[in-house]
């Protein structure tokens, strides 16, 4: 039984790293990694409380709360998959703390910046960062980034700039050239980083 239970443990600490390097893009994280019927995340963050797999509990709390209000409270699931109150509570918790953060971070890092230090990349509309051009391409860079995570969150998840047109990578906002971009992902890998440090409080799991 030991060997079967260090066995189990580090696939779960493979796909629920304890550190923010383990948070690599590319491999399966989350309860995608389980073979079979994928579980909701709910389940496996159930799980893991009740498992007292405490190294996990930050990524399992993330990874049900990134899907939002509506996945946490589904009162659709069965009943492992339903959370107890204060289970719950520490999650909408976390969840508010993380939008809260995204929200502004984004919002600072994507049109603060160039108001001090405008681009001086002809063509670029940062060259001019309060004119209507950089607005507009802010403004477009931004609901990329959080939108579609309106209800929940991804501020740990690489954020997209680039999109294809007519086979060409450009921009999300239009005219804005790769060195704005450049300067966004840092700051929003620093972001990813400030943000992952705080799960454990957030997530009230300190102490
Ligand atoms: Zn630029």
Request: aromatic share 6%; proline share 8%; charged share 20%.
């Amino acid at each position: 039984m030991p060997a079967i239970r260090s066995q189990i443990l580090e696939v779960v600490r493979d796909a629920y790293p304890e550190t923010f390097d383990g948070l690599g893009s590319s491999k399966p994280l989350g309860e995608s990694v389980f073979s079979g019927r994928t579980p909701h995340p709910n389940e496996v963050l159930n799980l893991f409380v009740q498992q007292k797999i405490t190294s996990a509990l930050p990524m399992a709390y993330y990874m049900a709360t990134r899907r939002g209000l509506n996945s946490l409270m589904d009162g659709h699931l069965p009943r492992s998959a339903t959370l107890p109150p204060e289970i719950l509570r520490s999650a909408m918790a976390g969840l508010m703390r993380l939008r809260e953060v995204e929200l502004n971070e984004t919002h600072d890092l994507i049109f603060e910046p160039n108001r001090s230090r405008p681009c001086s990349t002809s063509n670029c509309p940062s060259r001019t960062p309060t004119g209507q051009a950089a607005l507009v391409a802010y403004h477009k860079v931004f609901d990329r980034i959080v939108c579609s995570s309106q209800l929940g969150t991804k501020v740990l998840q690489v954020p997209e700039f680039y999109e294809d047109r007519d086979g060409e990578l450009q921009c999300v906002g239009p005219g804005i050239c790769s060195g704005c971009v450049e300067r966004w992902e840092s700051g929003h890998a620093e972001l990813r980083k400030k943000a992952w440090l705080t799960l454990p409080n957030v997530f009230g799991l300190k102490g």
